[in-house]
């Protein structure tokens, strides 16, 4: 094999002056190469000496943060999927003449999207992410918070759901870290749901109601007798919520993605 | 004659291992080629990532976002960049989004690259962080590697940069105007500008640092995998790959986990290719062996569980560890076969480039050599 020549950056080796320039430079990416490493590893002394706070700061500085997390389907694989439906209110919810689409199933519809593409957008995750958190934090719930989701929010601030949820809470400060995550993604889940409610059933939505599945693929010894998607959902309710509505441009958005309702099917009643 | 003591011939071992550092750390660049690959599919993974979205760019970066309001509340993160898109309605946002994709293209093509690097970096953070939502690890790997990669001299091949740097000579940079004039001429060359001892020095310490980056990336992977008793078991795999959104073509999956010993073998490799990675670097053979695992281990990430940009992007940055006698071979062989299609492109477009108004285009070595 032919040796290989110097390229035109080839330089003798420079003075001391000179190196210790580039020494200061090697020191400054090994301080940082060091917290990275510290960082991205299981739970170990060196984060504890350097310090949690400490490292979270430089890792999740506000300029250019370093976040990162390598625990990938590991050491538990995802093993879950979720679903998402939702259906619209035209009306205050309760009154006699308010007009109640029937549910659509949104996840359902993504998951369509997504068939045969290698290179899907991670839009079409949306309701799955959204359910996947919630279902996560709802899972950490007692039975009164759970009761508290399922009802409906539409005359109260959504301060009024923090409040209660804050009240029933019996976990300490993983509660409340867990209903604060909640609560992003109730929000979250209502804007969204407004949002495509409106594009698929047309103006006027007062309020928006999900249903939030989720069901476990089939042991690894019956793969070849059971299909992970004939798996029953196991639902629960996330109650009325009053609409939370975009701006023109986010709604012309969501109109130019969401499959209109046919007229004269019963999910547009 | 006495024999010297072990002590001094390990003080002769250390001191040579030194001067060998020393040598590789400080003469010259390394792995100019690995770079240069690098910043072609990391900038192809940014335009993949935009490309793949284009649709639906304005539910997930524009003002079809604000349903993860929340979330883009909670991430104060990276503040200069993620207000840029914030304010923009969906015309404004179509036409910038478009210009961050063609910045990505220059990058690819290596014209001013760390210019246009630098860019492409601050508009896909501004664009990618309005969905912190449905972020994932491929934004944060292609995030921080490209930061570290506009450190790196990643346009010495394959490169409009080098092809510009090959026509042009270096102006002597004095003091004073001229001196400044010469310096932004050099720069827009593509000249050396800075001194070679510092350029060297800083990017061979990055390219450690990227080095054990990726490193850390694989080891860590496979070891929060060894805690995992399904993948103690061999049979982690299989549970992912039956979620629909990492089974893009159901057959092809079906296929694989029917045998259970492909399952096994399928969570085996991945694990011990993780935590072997950075071992087996150390040895040649072993390192060629290492790579080719994680060559095939993301591109079956890509096809399996519909993830090419970040499969993309971990190729991209693991190509600094494929070695310079490597990429020679390939590139001969790869310049072999496009000849053709390259003398046909420059045909084109060599004239129209030199009508451009200002261009005062120097006959290359080569064409002088051939006209003498």
Known sequence: MEELKPSRHATPVPSIARRLVVVTIGVVFAIHTALITIWIQPSNPFRDAVGQKNLYSYINNKVFPFEQSWSVFAPTPRRGGENVKIRAYYGRPGDPDTRVTEWFDITGNEDQRIKYLVNPSRFHSATRRLGGNINSTVGQFNDKQRLIIAGALYTSPRSKLADLLRQTNTRGIAGLQAISQYLDNDEMLTRYGTMYATARWGKGVTAVEFQVGHRSVPNYTQRNKENFLDVPFTYYRVGVRKAMPGNADAQAAFNGYVPKAPKSSKDGE | MSQPSVASRGLDLVNEWYDRFESWLLTDKRSLYGASLARILSGCSVMGILITNFRVRNLMFGQGSVWNKPAQDGNDMYWPPRLIVSHMGNTTFLFYYLLVIFVALLFVLGWHTRLVGALMLIGHISIIERIPVLGDQGDNILRIGTLLILFLHTSEYWSLDARRRARTKAEPMGSGSGGIIAVVKNLYNSQRVLPSWFTNGLHNVVLIALGWQLIMIYFSAGWFKAQGPLWFHGTAIYYPMQLQEYKPFPFLTDAMTHF??????????????????????????????????AIMFHLSIAVFM?????????????????STTTFIVFDRWIRSRLRPVADLFWDVADPIVDRLPGRNRQPSPVSSAAAD
């Open chain 2, 260 to 293: 259970g010993v492909m399952v096994g073998l399928g969570t085996y490799v991945a694990m011990v290719v993780q935590i072997g990675f950075g071992f087996a670097l150390l040895h040649p053979i072993a390192r060629r062996i290492a790579i080719f695992c």
């Open chain 2, 306 to 322: 519909a993830l090419p940009w970040f499969s993309l992007s971990m190729i991209a940055f693991d190509s600094i560890f494929v």
